[in-house]
Structures are given as structure tokens and as C-alpha cells.
């Protein structure tokens, strides 16, 4: 007979049949049971709920009657629960280049885990990994990351399970400045063009000035590369203007200072040459 277990799984009992005509008063086993199993000594039964696990160990049963003894073998195993657990966040909202805030797992059943790893299929942002160790999901992810739901296997001793928990990386806000903070301009003359350097890694679709913000007539930003170029036709006293770059990751504003004076005057007399007489 062999009786199969799982560790804090109530196991089927197992009754005796009496195969003979002697009459038995008690039972009694050895060597002793793993602990939650028991021998009923009237009855012959083990039953139980096993609290540890059990190599697979030979078992003598005797019956003991008027008659004499009688014995019989039962082959006893417990394995381990499958590992439980669950992230303690179910949802992982990061940003490209800030490092997460570290998910680590709550083990919510009682068998023994010896390691975790990412399930076939899944996978995390570049920069980001789950400790084969510990379960915990950490790192600086590197890259843009479509929500996905990903899976992590817990191994042990019982067989595996498996927890799931959503990522999510979203850009970095844009972050720009103006190579040259001040345009000093003059009407009817083109500025120099003043382009922007590009202090970070979000992503940047386009560029507008802000709302309240205005460039001399003539003036204009390029909305895909955040120039401030052309001729001013009207003079501009000193303002402070700001940018607004959009990105994926949100949004990035750089200030400038904007001002146009007026043309040197220029004329000429009609006749160049006064020639007089007393």
C-alpha cells in the first residue's frame, strides 16, 4: 500500500481491510509518522494532514488480538506545496532612465521557493530584471515600454507557481535650452538663427511657443526643430519667451530672451551739391 502526500494537504485516509478471522484489539506503526499523520489504534486508519515533507519511508502496522500479532507494510510520501505568491504592487508604472521603485513578493502559501524566473514569453524593459533569489523586480529601464502583463515562475521543491504584475515605462519628458539665451535682433535684418541643444533623453515631436508667449512679427519657431529664425519687421522691446517642446514622456519649456531695435536711419539730400550766390 502507498499512500502519496502533500505537505498541508489533507490526505485520503487509508482504512484497513482484514483479510484473516483473528480478532484485533489494536493497531499500532513504526516507525513514527510524519508529523499531522496519524495511526488509528482501533481502527487501523491513517489519516491526517501532513505538516512536513517525507522522503518515501517503508512502514511496518501491527495488530495486535487474543491470537497474537499480525503486521502489514504502507509506503509513506510527502512533497512539498507548489510555491504561492503574489507582487506586492500588481502594477509597475515607470519612466525611461529613472530607476523603479523595487516590487518584491509576498509568499501567501507554505511551500519552499528556490528560485523565480521570467515565464517563457515574457519579458521585461531593457534595464529592468527580477531576482532569481528574491522575486523582486528592480532596475533603471532604458527604454519605452508598452503596458504588458508578465509572468513570473517561483520553482521549489512541490513544483511551481506562477504570479503575475504589469509594466508599464513611459518617456522621459523632453528637456532642451537655447544655445544662445538672448536674441538681440534689428528690424528688417535677419537674426541668426538660434537653435536648441538637447539636454536629455525624452523623445521630442514638436516645439511651440507657449501660450501668453509671442515673437516679433517675421519670427517664427520651427515646430519640428525649435529654431527661432527669420527677418523682424517690427521693432520688439526685451521679453522673456518660452518654448514648449512634447514628447512622448510629457512635456520640456526653455526660456529666451527676445528683443529688436529699430534700423539705423538712412538718407540722402536730393541734391547732393548746393552751389550759392551772395
Known amino acids: 500500500s502507498t499512500i502519496s502526500g ?6 485520503l485516509a487509508d482504512s484497513v481491510t482484514v483479510t484473516g478471522t483473528g480478532a484485533i484489539t489494536s493497531y499500532s506503526i513504526s516507525p513514527s509518522l510524519p508529523t499531522g499523520l496519524s495511526l488509528n489504534t482501533t481502527s487501523g486508519i491513517i489519516s491526517g494532514t501532513p505538516s512536513v515533507t517525507s522522503s518515501s519511508t517503508n512502514y511496518t502496522v501491527t495488530a495486535s488480538g487474543p491470537g497474537g500479532t499480525g503486521t502489514a507494510g504502507v509506503t509513506i510520501s510527502v512533497q512539498d506545496t507548489s510555491p504561492s505568491f503574489v507582487y506586492k504592487n ?5 519612466t525611461k532612465n529613472v530607476a523603479i521603485t523595487p516590487d518584491s513578493v509576498n509568499v501567501t502559501g507554505s511551500g519552499a521557493i528556490t528560485s523565480y524566473a521570467l515565464s517563457a514569453g515574457s519579458a521585461l524593459p531593457t534595464g529592468v530584471s527580477v531576482n532569481s533569489t528574491s522575486g523582486t523586480i528592480s532596475g533603471t529601464p532604458t527604454v ?3 503596458s504588458t502583463v508578465d509572468t513570473v515562475v517561483a520553482t521549489g521543491p512541490g513544483g511551481t507557481g506562477r504570479a503575475t504584475v504589469t509594466v508599464s515605462v513611459s518617456d522621459t519628458a523632453p528637456s532642451f535650452v537655447y544655445k544662445n539665451a538672448s536674441i538681440s535682433g534689428t528690424k528688417n535684418v535677419a537674426i541668426s538663427p ?14 511651440a511657443l507657449s501660450s501668453g508667449s509671442s515673437l516679433p512679427s517675421g519670427v517664427s519657431v520651427n515646430s519640428t526643430s525649435g529654431t527661432i529664425s527669420g527677418t523682424p519687421s517690427v521693432t520688439y522691446s526685451s521679453t522673456v519667451d518660452t518654448v514648449v517642446a512634447t514628447g512622448p514622456g510629457g512635456t520640456g519649456r526653455a526660456t529666451v530672451t527676445v528683443s529688436v531695435q529699430d534700423t539705423s536711419p538712412s538718407f540722402v539730400y536730393k541734391s547732393s551739391t ?5
Open 6 to 11: 502533500t505537505k498541508n494537504v489533507s490526505i
Open 194 to 207: 538660434d537653435s536648441v541643444t538637447v539636454t536629455g533623453t525624452g523623445a521630442i515631436s514638436s516645439y
Open 274 to 278: 548746393i552751389s550759392g550766390t551772395k
Open 90 to 94: 500588481a502594477s509597475i508604472s515607470g
Open 144 to 146: 519605452g515600454f508598452v
